[in-house]
């Protein structure tokens, strides 16, 4: 990189004081991780391991569902696995990415504190740790572990820069969506490195079946009022889906703003998305839920769950018809009439 922060500078040296007597580290992404999160854990271990020589290893939590997620690890061999309960031997540190704790989107121990914190969300009062790097003006946590290789000296492989360039580029929609100056920098640092047939077989891949069904059911429950939209999955294999179908939402014409929800292990999963730059999506969608769960985002897109084991399917459905209702009411609309399926034919005007 041409320029790199006086911050991320003086956070290397910090990082090599405060591993030196780490005999393990372990770093965690967020359960049923992104790209962003895996491939920030992978930079990061690829630091601990070769520039401060402590035994590093990646672990997250949940299933990785997304096929492009799943083939980006298998195309580049990344080497990552489910969190065990080997992983909490004595002696083991934790370093968190792309998350923090007690946030409901991750499987690090409530009454653990980790020792490294490395995120581009917005800083919870709860967050604790020895090391912290919450950058909330970066696109995404990559950005930033492009920047601390750039700082440690360390070579940048064609498989590592094309897991970072891919971790930016999903995470800002192609360096449309709160994409800043510098994860452009960084995207174009990567890019060039970057293994462009591997790139291409990760951003499309083969899609299993269930894939399809889920879209199908998607089209058939969504619900359009004014410049919303409203769908509802229902059981779902893997969360992943519902953040993928409010992406896909969002490009109805007129749509400004979608939410998606689908229930997966016991909870209602949520995301909403808008097109707003100043839409404040992780603080609607907390407001939204409240206490019922956890919640949390940016300014566009946001994701978050409530617990639903003690409903049956009506008390779920329930649930969600009142979240979507309380969801145009944020948006300002007082007196909701009847919502339109997506699927229902427009007048043709002559």
Not at 207 to 222: G, K
């Amino acid at each position: 990189m041409s320029f790199i922060p006086e911050e991320t500078l003086r956070n290397i040296e910090r990082l090599e004081d405060l591993l030196k007597n780490v005999k393990r580290l372990v770093v965690m992404t967020h359960d049923n991780p992104d790209p962003d999160s895996v491939s920030s854990a992978i930079a990061l271990a690829y630091i601990a391991k070769n520039k401060f020589k402590v035994p590093s290893v990646v672990r997250y939590g949940g299933i990785v569902g997304r096929a492009e997620n799943r083939a980006m690890i298998r195309v580049l061999g990344l080497k990552l696995g489910p969190l065990s309960e080997s992983d909490f031997k004595e002696g083991t540190e934790f370093a968190l990415v792309d998350m923090q704790p007690k946030t409901g989107n991750n499987s690090f121990p409530k009454k653990r504190k980790p020792l490294i914190i490395i995120d581009h969300h917005p800083l919870r009062k709860t967050t604790r740790a020895d090391f912290l790097d919450i950058r909330v003006g970066y696109g995404a946590t990559a950005t930033i572990l492009t920047e601390y290789l750039a700082a440690s000296g360390l070579e940048i492989s064609s498989k590592l820069a094309t897991a970072l360039s891919y971790g930016i580029s999903s995470e800002t929609q192609d360096l449309g969506r709160e994409a800043y100056q510098t994860d452009i920098q960084a995207y174009l640092t990567l890019f060039p490195k970057s293994n462009k047939k591997l790139l291409a077989n990760i951003v499309h891949p083969k899609l299993p079946r269930e894939y399809f069904i889920t879209l199908s059911r998607a089209l058939h429950h969504s619900l359009v009022y004014k410049n919303a939209v409203a769908t509802t999955l229902g059981e779902v294999p893997n969360p992943d889906f519902v953040p993928f179908i409010a992406d896909f939402m969002l490009r109805v014409e007129r749509i400004n703003w979608a939410i998606c929800l689908g229930r997966f292990n016991s909870r209602i999963v949520v995301s909403i998305r808008t097109t707003n730059t100043k839409g404040r999506a992780g603080l609607f969608l907390r407001q939204l839920i409240g206490k019922r769960g956890t919640a949390g985002g940016h300014d566009m897109i946001a994701g978050g769950q409530i617990p639903c084991g003690s409903l049956d399917h009506e008390g779920c459905t329930n649930l969600e018809e009142e979240l979507i209702q309380n969801f145009l009411k944020k948006l300002g609309y007082k007196e909701i009439g009847e919502m339109t399926p997506l699927l229902a034919a427009e007048p043709i005007h002559s």
